[in-house]
């Protein structure tokens, strides 16, 4: 994993490659540069729309270009895709239109932005809305395949990606990544680990620091929160036993409660969540902000062995 990139240049590339669909249009918030959507206006300015600080606009403008007929793209700062949630959810959701939104900067990863910025609720907003896909890929390449997935989807959803860079881990295996469909990349059968976003990588160094001390750890990169691999989970309980679940953002709702709720409605195993702890950030590296939030490797294997210890 020694080659970097940060996932919302894999968003932006993405719209490149999917330009060739004639619907395909581009919503701006004023901040193209920084969710890469700048790449298609660029290429494309008759098909991209430039809203301004004007997010609630954006969004159902989007709407309109959807009841319509086009595929739109809308982007901005994960923290401000929270001012036109009314938005997503009466103008988008309910009408079960086709609109793409894309959350960028997400998460304490975000760094130092502060707690202002760093949105660490995003996932559990979108994933109480009926019929919107919920998605935050782990690095570059999978972050273009799951958006090249979306023209086809036919129903909205959100995506949240990273400012900051992370290992490329699907180089070769983009056959793999599919909407709805966590990836397996390390296979236990003492605990498995399942993870989004920039802590998928975070789980794979857990992963191989508990092979040090005898313990195989299955590890999983669960892209899509919403709808959730509920088959992937429960052949994980049959297979492990005991489940630890890690995400950049808050405990409640995210990534943890929805595995959470599988468990409690399907099949039972000891769970243990590694994230936000229901508190706001702060203004720091993004390798700070994970000790700080005690969200690292370092916390994913004690979480880890936790879960084992619950085993019964």
């Known amino acids: 994993?020694?080659?970097?990139?940060?996932?919302?240049?894999?968003?932006?590339?993405?719209?490149?490659?999917?330009?060739?669909?004639?619907?395909?249009?581009?919503?701006?918030?004023?901040?193209?540069?920084?969710t890469k959507s700048l790449h298609f206006r660029k290429?494309?300015?008759?098909?991209?729309?430039?809203?301004?600080?004007g997010e609630q606009n954006m969004l159902l403008t989007g709407a309109g270009l959807a009841a319509s007929g086009y595929i739109p793209f809308a982007s901005t700062f994960a923290i401000f895709t929270e001012r036109a949630f009314e938005q997503m959810r009466?103008?988008?959701?309910?009408p079960n239109l086709a609109v793409h939104l894309c959350g960028?900067?997400?998460?304490?990863?975000?760094?130092t932005d502060g707690s202002s910025a760093q949105s660490i609720e995003d996932l559990a907003i979108y994933r109480t809305l009926p019929n919107v896909v919920v998605m935050h890929p782990s690095d570059y390449v999978s972050t273009l395949e799951l958006t090249k997935q979306l023209p086809a989807l036919n129903k909205p959803s959100?995506?949240?990606?990273?400012?900051?860079?992370?290992?490329v881990m699907y180089r070769g295996r983009e056959s793999e990544i599919i909407i709805g469909k966590g990836i397996t990349l390390r296979q236990g059968t003492d605990v498995a680990i399942i993870a989004c976003g920039v802590l998928v990588s975070e789980s794979v160094k857990a992963a191989e620091a508990l092979a040090e001390k005898g313990i195989n750890a299955t590890v999983v990169d669960m892209h899509t929160l919403k709808p959730l691999d509920g088959d992937l989970i429960n052949s994980l309980v049959s297979q492990c036993g005991a489940i630890v679940t890690a995400e950049d953002h808050n405990?409640?709702?995210?990534?943890?409660?929805?595995?959470?709720?599988?468990?409690?409605?399907?099949?039972?195993?000891?769970?243990?969540?590694?994230?936000?702890?229901?508190?706001?950030?702060?203004?720091?590296?993004?390798?700070e902000m994970l000790e700080v939030m005690q969200i690292n490797s370092k916390y994913i294997e004690q979480a880890a062995h936790r879960a084992i210890a619950r085993k019964s």
Request: glycine share 16%; charged share 20%; net charge positive.
């Open 1 to 34: 994993m020694s080659e970097m990139a940060a996932t919302r240049d894999g968003y932006g590339q993405a719209l490149l490659e999917i330009a060739g669909n004639p619907k395909v249009v581009v919503l701006e918030a004023d901040l193209g540069k920084s």
């Open 43 to 53: 290429k494309y300015p008759a098909r991209t729309i430039s809203c301004g600080i």
């Open 90 to 94: 009466n103008g988008v959701a309910r």
């Open 104 to 111: 960028s900067h997400g998460g304490t990863h975000t760094g």
């Open 158 to 167: 959100y995506t949240r990606t990273a400012r900051n860079k992370t290992p």
């Open 251 to 287: 405990v409640i709702g995210g990534l943890g409660g929805a595995v959470a709720e599988h468990l409690v409605k399907n099949i039972f195993a000891p769970l243990e969540m590694v994230g936000v702890k229901d508190r706001f950030g702060e203004s720091g590296q993004s390798d």
